[in-house]
C-alpha cells in the first residue's frame, strides 16, 4: 500500500507542474508544528532559488492548484513560502479502510529479497548465559522477525561458541576430578558411554572453577590448552567428551532461549567453521592477501580514507592456532555455499566492533562475499545497573539470565497481586508474560548502540514508555472489544469501513495510524527496533487520549460507535502486530 507521504508526494507533483515548476521539489515530510498543520511541504523555498521568484508566490501558485482536492481540508501558503496542509477526514478514513482491508495492514512485501544471514545469541557452550548475551538475543530476535514480516528469507544462526579454550579447560578439570573415565584412559578401545559424565549443573560449576584455577596454575592451565589444541585435531576421545559438553550444554541453552521467546533456525558454531579453514588459509595465501607477521598469518585491511590505523586481521597465530576472525571467516565460507546470502547482520556488542571491519573487509577483498553485498554489524552498547556500572547482582557477581528473569517475573507478580482481581495461578502466568515484555520492551525502546540503565520499577511500570503500558492498551482495547460483543455489537463486516474522525483526539490516532507501513520499512532497513516502540508509545498515547475523551460503549448512534469499534480493532491489529515483531505478545487480562 501506498506510503502516506507518497500519496501526499503523488498530489502535489501535478499542482507543481501546473504552475511551471519542476515535479521534484513536490515533497511532503510531517509537520514539525502540529498546531498548524499535520504536514508541510517545503518546496516552494528550495525552488524558489532554481526559478528566482519568492518562495511565496510559488508556495501560493501550488496552493490555489491544490483547490477541491479531495485529499486535503486545508492547502495554504505561510510566509516565508511554507505549504502548510491538513487532510480531509473522509480521504484519512477512506486511506484507514484501505490498510484494514490489506493482508499485513499495508506494509508491503518485497519482491525477491534473499536470503539474510542473522548471526545473534551467540552464546558459548559450557558457559552460563549471562545478560551480555541478553541484548543480543533480544535486538536479534525482533530484526529477524522484522525481515521475515517484510518477505525476505531470514535464517537466525546463534553462532555458538563451541570451539575455544573454555573445551580444553573443561576436559583438564574433569580429568583432574575423574580420573577413572575411559575418555582419558589412552589404552580404552571400546564404545564410550551414551551417558554424559556430568549434568548441567555440574557442568556450569565446572567451567567457572576450571577457569578459576587457569588463572593461578601455570601447568593446568598448559595442559588445558594441550587438551584444547588435541581436540581441535580430532583426538576421538576428547571428541566424544566435546559431544557431552555441547549436548548437555545445548539442551540448557535451549530452555533458556525458549522462556525469552527467542528461537533459531540454525544451531550452527565456532566448530562447523573448521573444516573450512584449510582451505581458507591457503586461498588466503594464494591470493596473495594473507602474509607473514612476525610470525603470525595477518592480512591487511587499513583502507584509504580510515579515520585512524586499523590493525591487520590475524588468521593464524604463531603458535598455529586459529583465531575468533579465523572461525567467522570459515563461518562466511559455509554460509555462501549454503545460502548465498543478500545480506549479513551480526549483532553484537560494540567492544567487537573492530573484530567484524577486519572479517568483513577481508572477505570482501579475497571475493568471498559480492562487493556490493551488505555486511552489517548492528553495535550494542552495556546494559548498566542504577550506578551506572555494568549491571551486576546484589553481591557483586554476574547476573545469570534465568534469575534476572525470574527476579522480573517476580516483581510483576507482586504488583498484579497487590489489586489483584485473577487468581494466583493466573497471576503467574501473566507476569511471565508482562515481565518478558518489560524486560524486552525495555532494552529494545533504546537505541542499540547506546548503553542503557536496567532499572526494573521502570521497566515494569504501567504508565511511561515501558512494554506492561502498551500492554495494557492492547488490554485495555481487547476489553473494549469483548464489551461489546457481549452487548450484540456487529460492528465487523469484512472490509467494512472506518468513519471520518469527529474530533481531534480521534484524527490524531488515525493520522497515527497511517505512519505504520513506513516505520516498520524504515525499523527494518536501519536496523532499528527502537523505532517500532517510539511508534506504538505514541500510537498508545494517542489511543488513550482518544479513549479518554469519547464514550465508545456508551456511544447511543450505532453506526458511529461501530465505527469506533473498527478504528480500535485497526490500532489493536497494529499494536499486536508491533510486539509480535519486538518479540513479545499481550495477555489477555491484566
Ligand atoms: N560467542 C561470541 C561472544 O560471546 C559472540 C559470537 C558473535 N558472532 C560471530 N559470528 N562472531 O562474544
Given at each position: 500500500?501506498?506510503?502516506i507521504?507518497?500519496?501526499?508526494?503523488?498530489?502535489?507533483?501535478?499542482?507543481?507542474?501546473?504552475?511551471?515548476?519542476?515535479?521534484?521539489?513536490?515533497?511532503?515530510?510531517l509537520s514539525?508544528?502540529p498546531d498548524?498543520?499535520e504536514?508541510?511541504?517545503?518546496?516552494?523555498?528550495?525552488?524558489?532559488?532554481?526559478?528566482?521568484?519568492?518562495?511565496?508566490?510559488?508556495?501560493?501558485?501550488?496552493?490555489?492548484?491544490?483547490?477541491?482536492?479531495?485529499?486535503?481540508?486545508?492547502?495554504?501558503?505561510?510566509?516565508?513560502?511554507?505549504?502548510?496542509?491538513?487532510l480531509?477526514e473522509?480521504?484519512l478514513a477512506?486511506y484507514l479502510?484501505?490498510m484494514?482491508?490489506?493482508?499485513?495492514?499495508?506494509?508491503?512485501?518485497?519482491?525477491?529479497?534473499?536470503?539474510?544471514?542473522?548471526?545473534?545469541?551467540?552464546?558459548?557452550?559450557?558457559?552460563?548465559?549471562?545478560?551480555?548475551?541478553?541484548?543480543?538475543?533480544?535486538?536479534?530476535?525482533?530484526?529477524?522477525?522484522?525481515?521475515?514480516?517484510?518477505?525476505?528469507?531470514?535464517?537466525?544462526?546463534?553462532?555458538?561458541?563451541?570451539?575455544?579454550?573454555?573445551?580444553?579447560?573443561?576436559?583438564?578439570?574433569?580429568?583432574?576430578?575423574?580420573?577413572?573415565?575411559?575418555?582419558?584412559?589412552?589404552?580404552?578401545?571400546?564404545?564410550?558411554?551414551?551417558?554424559?559424565?556430568?549434568?548441567?549443573?555440574?557442568?556450569?560449576?565446572?567451567?567457572?572453577?576450571?577457569?578459576?584455577?587457569?588463572?593461578?596454575?601455570?601447568?593446568?592451565?598448559?595442559?588445558?590448552?594441550?587438551?584444547?589444541?588435541?581436540?581441535?585435531?580430532?583426538?576421538?576421545?576428547?571428541?566424544?567428551?566435546?559431544?557431552?559438553?555441547?549436548?548437555?550444554?545445548?539442551?540448557?541453552?535451549?530452555?533458556?532461549?525458549?522462556?525469552?521467546?527467542?528461537?533459531?533456525?540454525?544451531?550452527?558454531?565456532?566448530?562447523?567453521?573448521?573444516?573450512?579453514?584449510?582451505?581458507?588459509?591457503?586461498?588466503?595465501?594464494?591470493?596473495?592477501?594473507?602474509?607473514?607477521?612476525?610470525?603470525?598469518?595477518?592480512?591487511?585491511?587499513?583502507?584509504?580514507?580510515?579515520?585512524?590505523?586499523?590493525?591487520?586481521?590475524?588468521?593464524?597465530?604463531?603458535?598455529?592456532?586459529?583465531?575468533?576472525?579465523?572461525?567467522?571467516?570459515?563461518?562466511?565460507?559455509?554460509?555462501?555455499?549454503?545460502?548465498?546470502?543478500?545480506?549479513?547482520?551480526?549483532?553484537?556488542?560494540?567492544?567487537?566492533?573492530?573484530?567484524?571491519?577486519?572479517?568483513?573487509?577481508?572477505?570482501?577483498?579475497?571475493?568471498?562475499?559480492?562487493?556490493?553485498?551488505?555486511?552489517?554489524?548492528?553495535?550494542?552498547?552495556?546494559?548498566?545497573?542504577?550506578?551506572?556500572?555494568?549491571?551486576?547482582?546484589?553481591?557483586?557477581?554476574?547476573?545469570?539470565?534465568?534469575?534476572?528473569?525470574?527476579?522480573?517475573?517476580?516483581?510483576?507478580?507482586?504488583?498484579?497481586?497487590?489489586?489483584?482481581?485473577?487468581?494466583?495461578?493466573?497471576?503467574?502466568?501473566?507476569?511471565?508474560?508482562?515481565?518478558?515484555?518489560?524486560?524486552?520492551?525495555?532494552?529494545?525502546?533504546?537505541?542499540?548502540?547506546?548503553?542503557?540503565?536496567?532499572?526494573?520499577?521502570?521497566?515494569?511500570?504501567?504508565e511511561g514508555n515501558?512494554?506492561?503500558y502498551i500492554?495494557y492498551t492492547i488490554?485495555r482495547i481487547?476489553?473494549i472489544?469483548?464489551?461489546?460483543?457481549?452487548?450484540?455489537?456487529?460492528?465487523?463486516?469484512?472490509?467494512?469501513?472506518i468513519?471520518?474522525a469527529s474530533s481531534p483526539e480521534e484524527k490524531a490516532l488515525q493520522l497515527q495510524l497511517t505512519r505504520y507501513?513506513?516505520m516498520?520499512?524504515?525499523?527494518?532497513?536501519?536496523?532499528?527496533?527502537?523505532?517500532i516502540c517510539q511508534f506504538i508509545y505514541e500510537l498508545s498515547d494517542e489511543f488513550n487520549k482518544f479513549y479518554n475523551s469519547t464514550?465508545i460503549?456508551?456511544?447511543?448512534?450505532?453506526?458511529?460507535?461501530?465505527?469506533y469499534?473498527r478504528l480500535i480493532t485497526l490500532v489493536k491489529d497494529v499494536l499486536e502486530?508491533c510486539?509480535?515483531?519486538?518479540?513479545?505478545?499481550?495477555?489477555?487480562?491484566?
Amino acid at each position: 500500500m501506498k506510503k502516506i507521504l507518497e500519496c501526499i508526494k503523488t498530489e502535489l507533483e501535478p499542482a507543481f507542474e501546473a504552475c511551471g515548476y519542476d515535479r521534484s521539489y513536490a515533497k511532503a515530510v510531517l509537520s514539525n508544528r502540529p498546531d498548524l498543520c499535520e504536514y508541510q511541504c517545503n518546496g516552494a523555498m528550495a525552488a524558489a532559488k532554481a526559478y528566482k521568484k519568492k518562495p511565496i508566490e510559488i508556495a501560493g501558485q501550488v496552493v490555489e492548484k491544490l483547490a477541491g482536492s479531495p485529499m486535503f481540508s486545508l492547502a495554504e501558503a505561510v510566509m516565508p513560502g511554507f505549504i502548510n496542509l491538513r487532510l480531509s477526514e473522509t480521504w484519512l478514513a477512506d486511506y484507514l479502510t484501505g490498510m484494514r482491508r490489506e493482508k499485513k495492514l499495508g506494509v508491503e512485501e518485497v519482491r525477491d529479497g534473499g536470503t539474510i544471514i542473522v548471526d545473534y545469541g551467540g552464546a558459548n557452550v559450557a558457559k552460563p548465559l549471562h545478560v551480555g548475551h541478553l541484548r543480543s538475543a533480544i535486538i536479534g530476535e525482533s530484526i529477524k522477525r522484522m525481515g521475515r514480516f517484510l518477505g525476505y528469507h531470514m535464517i537466525g544462526d546463534v553462532h555458538l561458541g563451541d570451539w575455544g579454550l573454555q573445551m580444553g579447560l573443561i576436559i583438564e578439570e574433569l580429568r583432574s576430578r575423574q580420573p577413572e573415565l575411559p575418555y582419558f584412559d589412552p589404552d580404552f578401545t571400546g564404545e564410550y558411554p551414551a551417558e554424559a559424565p556430568f549434568t548441567i549443573g555440574e557442568l556450569e560449576e565446572i567451567y567457572p572453577a576450571a577457569s578459576a584455577k587457569a588463572k593461578t596454575d601455570e601447568a593446568f592451565k598448559a595442559r588445558a590448552q594441550e587438551a584444547t589444541f588435541q581436540l581441535q585435531n580430532g583426538y576421538a576421545p576428547y571428541h566424544a567428551l566435546w559431544r557431552h559438553i555441547m549436548n548437555v550444554s545445548l539442551a540448557d541453552l535451549k530452555k533458556n532461549y525458549a522462556s525469552l521467546d527467542v528461537s533459531f533456525d540454525l544451531w550452527k558454531g565456532e566448530s562447523d567453521a573448521q573444516p573450512y579453514i584449510p582451505w581458507l588459509i591457503q586461498d588466503l595465501q594464494d591470493k596473495g592477501l594473507a602474509h607473514e607477521s612476525q610470525g603470525a598469518l595477518v592480512v591487511d585491511i587499513a583502507e584509504e580514507g580510515d579515520a585512524k590505523e586499523l590493525p591487520p586481521c590475524i588468521i593464524r597465530k604463531s603458535d598455529g592456532a586459529a583465531l575468533y576472525a579465523t572461525s567467522d571467516l570459515g563461518t562466511i565460507l559455509e554460509r555462501e555455499k549454503d545460502f548465498a546470502p543478500s545480506k549479513y547482520i551480526y549483532i553484537t556488542d560494540k567492544r567487537q566492533e573492530l573484530h567484524f571491519i577486519q572479517v568483513f573487509r577481508t572477505a570482501k577483498k579475497a571475493g568471498y562475499v559480492k562487493p556490493e553485498t551488505p555486511m552489517v554489524h548492528v553495535m550494542f552498547g552495556t546494559m548498566n545497573g542504577k550506578d551506572g556500572k555494568p549491571f551486576k547482582t546484589r553481591d557483586g557477581g554476574v547476573m545469570r539470565l534465568e534469575n534476572l528473569v525470574a527476579e522480573i517475573d517476580d516483581a510483576v507478580y507482586e504488583r498484579i497481586m497487590e489489586n489483584r482481581t485473577v487468581s494466583e495461578d493466573e497471576a503467574r502466568d501473566t507476569a511471565k508474560i508482562i515481565g518478558l515484555a518489560a524486560l524486552k520492551y525495555g532494552d529494545l525502546s533504546n537505541q542499540a548502540s547506546k548503553d542503557y540503565v536496567f532499572d526494573m520499577e521502570r521497566f515494569i511500570s504501567f504508565e511511561g514508555n515501558t512494554g506492561p503500558y502498551i500492554l495494557y492498551t492492547i488490554v485495555r482495547i481487547k476489553s473494549i472489544l469483548t464489551r461489546y460483543a457481549q452487548g450484540g455489537g456487529q460492528a465487523q463486516p469484512e472490509g467494512a469501513a472506518i468513519l471520518p474522525a469527529s474530533s481531534p483526539e480521534e484524527k490524531a490516532l488515525q493520522l497515527q495510524l497511517t505512519r505504520y507501513n513506513e516505520m516498520v520499512e524504515t525499523a527494518f532497513a536501519e536496523t532499528a527496533p527502537h523505532k517500532i516502540c517510539q511508534f506504538i508509545y505514541e500510537l498508545s498515547d494517542e489511543f488513550n487520549k482518544f479513549y479518554n475523551s469519547t464514550m465508545i460503549l456508551k456511544e447511543e448512534d450505532a453506526s458511529k460507535q461501530a465505527g469506533y469499534i473498527r478504528l480500535i480493532t485497526l490500532v489493536k491489529d497494529v499494536l499486536e502486530t508491533c510486539i509480535d515483531l519486538l518479540g513479545f505478545e499481550a495477555p489477555e487480562r491484566m
